[in-house]
């Protein structure tokens, strides 16, 4: 039997708006785009998102923005599951299993 691995999952804040960057994407060079940006007029950087969207945030020097990096192990999994497994049985049931 494997060993459940952690899942790590980044996400950039721009100007209030919460992205999941898709696995894959080359943090540091989103980063350094955003950057260039801020110091210039203005720019257009582009990042694919977790559900296969892209998108391109016009990036300008008042423009705020945040990375954050979250990491997920197997115990958060297992409970992240548990509790979606209560949410079913409690629309199954239309109460949870404590009330009946």
């Known amino acids: 039997m494997t060993t459940p691995q952690a899942v790590t999952r980044t ?10 960057l898709a696995p894959g994407q ?13 110091r210039g007029a203005a720019a257009f950087v582009d990042f694919a998102l977790v559900d296969n969207r892209r998108v391109e945030a016009l990036i300008t020097p008042t423009s705020q923005i945040a ?17 979606l497994e209560d949410v079913a049985l409690t629309n199954l049931f239309g109460g949870t299993l404590d009330d009946f």
Do not use: H, N, W, Y
């Open 11 to 20: 996400s950039v804040v721009v100007d209030g708006v919460r992205f999941d």
């Open 67 to 83: 990375f954050c990096t979250e990491t997920f192990g197997p115990d958060a999994q297992r409970r992240a599951g548990e509790a």
């Open 26 to 38: 080359d943090i540091a060079a989103i980063k350094a785009d955003m950057e260039l940006a801020v």
